[in-house]
């Protein structure tokens, strides 16, 4: 059977989306697919689109790679708009020629509606849609003062605020008397302005702008109904969108009276091979301006498309919780109490800035909408009762009532069906969240994995951990935190118990907080937290039975009992000097010497006894020890930077030297990788490391929280043009916090995959000190930086310490006669079990 | 006939390391000495060979106890040994040997069974 062809058009969100969906199933073999997109990128996170410019690049924001697509066997043109549809002869046309189709899918999305005023097509008029509109918008801020958006709603507020963060004086023009006024009523609205005003964008309500003149003082001038004028330099337009309908509008498929291209449940236009999803569509009358309804919509049509004649789109929920210019917004189900006999609740604290509305049904069992502003905190719960319908307590208004004041409890995990969707941008339910944790999923993290709760918008991310919490324990698991048998605590518990009795020995924790003697789990955790907090020599007395063998003779063991030799070589730069040492002392104990994956150079094969001799040797030229055994940092990559690669902007090298000798044996839950690279091109790769930077023309990028390894990571971008301070100032809190607030053996990336509230809630920490500790974190640094000791210069130096490398405590020259050795490629190396002696 | 044993001495206390092991050499090969001085007895011995690699590294692992027994953690892949019974904890078909120890004045003294001693000597 010849395959069929299946075009789509449009490769926005929800176009790719549903290619994932599809070739998840085995129709995808029946079709050739080819895809056409306006837009020369990549489909991309739309919804993220704004931090475009807090330096995301649209690699960052890319929701598929080329490859993927090319894996899938899909063709995929970019930057090829499809201008007709022939239905007659199946075929569309675009500037490049003609193609047939068996199966058409519209994803064309929508298209920002500029009010037909006069005036409007001034080149400084934008939009806020595309990469390349906001590429338009930071030409335009370049050098001026001023930036007015016009449409006070969701995505005005998001288009002020990017404003604001390009410098520029931010104001929004609303033609209603209110913000957000599909979202919001009233009392809601006026309370958003308020805070809006706070944060420095001016808003205009009830304005209505009748044209655009050259300004006096500014490029423009919107002159107002009311005779009133306001002069800026740009203008961004975001009164609303209008679904992308003209293709179909030409090739007459069923329109709706106001655009949308008509469909069924089975997201079929009225003709029976066309299909239509996302913004583009009506459905039911309705236009989903959101991202999960158009999912949901991807999904559905994948499984038409499947031959699932059960699959129905039957509409989506269009509640909303957002922060707009850090301000909570959380608007649910009927917000303006439209259904009959609906009654209302109010709760209003001007004092605090919180705005909480309930609307509940004629027989008060039921929640049908909600609103809030400046504190989502009751969010969760609400639209749980509102989209389970689950039944309301006795007195309702506990729900929105402050805690102090007789509020309720958030609602229970427990409480919710299992047909409660947890995660509505990835359409998980409480029960695929339970069947994840029947088929064995022990951890939030893997829950993630499996299902992809809340990789989506994130809004999700606290109401999942509890309810995987919750399972958990209901099957017995243990969610218990505790380290171990011997502490009923986890090493957070630890690391603050250590710290605030001024504990400095793990035989007084235990004695005082824990039972029996420890074990190997326990013991290098505390370990780690006792160096953290006091840096100690590990092998001071007290210490030296807690840590695994590497820390306890400071080098790795190699599967036949010898030792690996890492000497610390800062951003992996290195003299001809210090290399020649290296293969002298390599070539006296004849260790095989290998360059190692962090720009070092390993020695591998010296015996116990022979490592404090290699070590007063190599600290007489100057090494240090390289913590290659330690759960702290290993190497900061570096790439050769603007000193010699024509391409870089900053000094990569001496920057990366500079975090290696600052960070250097700081002991962490686990190991620690850092990397600098000059330029974007990013020789270094940066962001795969826990701590990343990259130089930018001014200044430095953050990237946090990668990982290499078992499960690659890419790193999050945290900050950006940070000076040298400012980058210092961040990696001192990121990682205190981390070594404070981590579990034992977490790398930094399964760290924030756990941590509640995500690189948000790490940003408002380190970034805006939420919590007001940024600056003992960085004093606790300062004082590790201050004690940092070489660990085995001051081993060598000591005679008791020196004690310990002995192989035979009482035959000093014997040496293990199960090490055997032979020669490959002209170096030594282990003779293998298999292999004859 | 009952086996001759001699008790060797094999280190003094000085080189114990306490909560933690040193390796000696004995005639029966190597052995591990740990020095637990919070817990009676206070002395244990096993052998130092690493029954699952069959390297010798056992006095270089973590001690500790586990549910009341007090155990090393082998260095190399961390499998758990009874230090009184030599019983690994995670395979019930895998033990390592155990020695009698005692302290002799400053002396630490393993018994070495004889028939090992004379093998060891042919
Ligand atoms: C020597 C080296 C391989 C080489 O020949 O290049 C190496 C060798 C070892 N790695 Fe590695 N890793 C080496 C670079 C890496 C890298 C690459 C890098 O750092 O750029 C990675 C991936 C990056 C990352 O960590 O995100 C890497 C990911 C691992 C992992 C997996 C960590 C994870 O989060 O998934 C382990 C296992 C672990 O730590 O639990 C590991 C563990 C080990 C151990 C310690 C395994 C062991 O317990 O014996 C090896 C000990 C070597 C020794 O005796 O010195 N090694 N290892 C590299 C030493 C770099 C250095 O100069 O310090
Ligand atoms: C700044 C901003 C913030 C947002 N925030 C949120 C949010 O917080 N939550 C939320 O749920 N939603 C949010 N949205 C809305 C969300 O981005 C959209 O719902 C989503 O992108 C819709 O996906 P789509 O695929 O239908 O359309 P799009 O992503 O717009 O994709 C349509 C694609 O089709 C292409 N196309 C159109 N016509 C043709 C043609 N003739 N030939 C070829 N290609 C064509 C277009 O160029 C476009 O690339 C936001 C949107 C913006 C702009
Ligand atoms: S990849 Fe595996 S084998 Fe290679 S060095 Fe790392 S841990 Fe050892
Ligand atoms: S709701 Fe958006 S990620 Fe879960």
């Known amino acids: ?837 | 006939m009952k086996a001759r044993t001699s008790w060797d001495v094999v280190c003094t206390v000085d080189d114990l390391v306490p909560e933690s092991g040193v390796a000696v050499w004995t005639e029966d090969g190597p052995v591990a000495v740990f020095y637990l001085p919070h817990r009676l007895p206070a002395l244990f011995a096993v052998s130092h060979t690493d029954p699952f690699t069959g390297k010798n590294v056992l006095a270089r692992g973590i001690t500790g106890d586990l549910k009341g027994q007090p155990v090393v953690a082998s260095p190399l892949y961390k499998q758990h040994f009874n230090l009184q019974t030599g019983q690994c904890l995670e395979d019930e078909e895998v033990a390592v040997k155990t020695y009698p120890v005692l302290l002799d004045g400053n002396n630490v003294r393993v018994e070495i069974p004889a028939t090992n001693k004379e093998s060891a000597v042919a």
């Open chain 1, 1 to 837: 059977m010849s395959k069929k062809t299946l075009i789509v058009i449009g490769n926005g969100m929800v176009g790719h989306h549903f290619l994932e969906q599809l070739v998840e199933t085995p129709a995808a073999a029946d079709f050739d697919i080819k895809v056409f997109g306006e837009e020369k990128l990549l489909a991309y996170d739309r919804v993220h689109l704004s931090e475009y410019f807090g330096g995301s690049t649209h690699a960052d924001l890319a929701m598929g790679t080329a490859d993927w697509y090319a894996e899938n066997h899909i063709d995929l043109r970019l930057g090829e708009q499809v201008t007709g549809i022939d239905r007659a002869n199946q075929t569309i046309t675009t500037p490049m020629g003609d193609y047939a189709y068996d199966e058409l899918v519209l994803a064309t999305g929508s298209y920002p509606f500029v009010p037909p005023i006069k005036g409007n097509e001034h080149p400084h008029c934008l939009v806020y849609r595309t990469l390349e509109d906001l590429d338009s918008i930071r030409a335009s801020a370049d050098g001026v003062k001023t930036g007015v958006v016009v449409g006070g709603g969701l995505l005005g507020l998001e288009a002020a605020n990017a404003l604001k963060s390009l410098g520029l004086d931010a104001h929004v023009v609303e033609f209603a008397p209110r913000l957000m006024p599909v979202q919001l009523d009233s009392d809601g609205g006026a309370l958003l302005k308020h805070k809006i005003e706070e944060l420095g964008v001016q808003v205009h309500t009830e304005k209505a702008t009748t044209e655009i003149v050259e300004g006096e003082e500014a490029r423009l001038r919107m002159n107002f109904s009311d005779d009133t004028h306001l002069e800026t330099d740009l203008i961004v337009f975001s009164a609303g969108i209008r679904p992308q309908d003209a293709l179909a509008r030409s090739s007459e498929l069923a329109m709706g009276e106001r655009g949308g291209i008509v469909i069924n449940d089975q997201c079929t236009t009225s003709d029976p091979h066309i299909h239509a999803i996302g913004e583009c569509a009506l459905w039911s009358e309705k236009i989903f301006g959101l991202v999960a309804p158009g999912y949901t919509m991807a999904r559905t049509l994948a499984s038409v498309l499947n031959g699932d004649t059960e699959a129905a789109f039957t509409g989506a929920d269009m509640s909303t919780k957002l922060k707009l210019l850090g301000v909570d917004v959380g608007s649910i189900g009927d917000a303006h109490a439209q259904t009959p006999g609906a009654r209302n609740i109010r709760f209003n604290d001007e004092q605090a800035g919180h705005y909480r509305r309930m609307v509940i049904s004629e027989d008060g069992k039921t929640l049908l909408g909600a609103i809030l502003v400046g504190d989502n905190s009751h969010y969760d719960t609400l639209l749980q009762y509102a989209l389970n319908g689950i039944e309301l307590p006795e007195n309702p208004e506990t729900l929105i009532l402050p805690e102090s004041q007789g509020g309720a409890p958030a609602l229970g995990p427990d409480a919710l069906p299992e047909t409660a969707s947890i995660c509505s941008c990835h359409n998980v339910s409480k029960g695929d969240i339970c069947g994840v944790i029947d088929a064995g999923c022990t951890d939030l993290a893997g829950v993630k994995a499996e299902t992809k709760a809340s990789t989506g918008c994130g809004g999700c991310a606290a109401l999942l951990k509890n309810v995987v919490d919750s399972e958990l324990e209901k099957r017995g698991v243990e969610v218990s935190k505790d380290i171990c048998e011997h502490f009923p605590y986890s090493r957070q518990d630890l690391f603050n118990i250590v710290k605030v009795n001024g504990i400095r020995t793990f035989r007084t924790l235990i004695r005082d907080h824990g039972k029996g003697h420890g074990c190997d789990i326990c013991k290098p955790a505390v370990a780690s937290i006792l160096a953290t907090c006091w840096n100690e020599h590990i092998l001071a007395t007290d210490h030296v039975p807690l840590q695994d063998t590497n820390d306890t003779f400071m080098a790795n063991m190699q599967k036949n009992g010898t030792y690996s030799i890492v000497p610390r070589v800062p951003g992996g730069e290195i003299t001809p000097d210090k290399l020649i040492v290296l293969g002298e002392v390599a070539k006296e104990y004849n260790l095989y010497t290998k360059i190692t994956g962090g720009q070092r150079v390993d020695l591998f094969g010296a015996t116990l006894s022979e490592l404090p001799e290699i070590w007063e040797k190599l600290i007489a030229a100057g090494f240090e020890t390289g913590h290659a055994y330690g759960k702290s940092l290993r190497t900061v990559k570096s790439c050769v930077g603007s000193t010699w690669c024509r391409y870089g902007v900053q000094d990569s090298v001496g920057m990366a030297i500079f975090l290696e000798n600052r960070y250097k044996g700081l002991r962490s839950p686990h190991k620690l990788k850092m990397a600098v690279s000059g330029c974007t091109r990013e020789c270094a790769e940066a962001q795969s490391k826990d701590i990343g930077v990259i130089a930018t023309e001014n200044g430095w990028n953050l990237y946090v929280c990668g990982n290499g390894g078992m499960r690659p990571r890419h790193a999050d971008l945290f900050a950006t043009d940070l000076s040298d301070e400012e980058l210092i100032s961040a990696i001192d809190r990121v990682l205190m916090f981390y070594v404070r607030t981590a579990d034992r053996l977490q790398r930094t990336s399964v760290w924030m995959e756990n941590l509640e509230g995500g690189l948000e809630y790490l940003k408002q920490v380190v970034l805006e000190d939420s919590l007001g500790i940024g600056e003992e974190l960085e004093k606790h640094m300062a004082d590790l930086v201050d004690t940092y000791q070489c660990e085995w210069k001051t081993a060598v130096e000591d005679p008791e310490k020196r004690k310990r490398f002995r192989e035979f405590v009482n035959a000093p020259s014997k040496k293990d006669p199960v090490q055997q050795w032979t020669t490959e490629r002209d170096q030594r190396r282990p003779l293998l079990e298999e292999e004859p002696a």
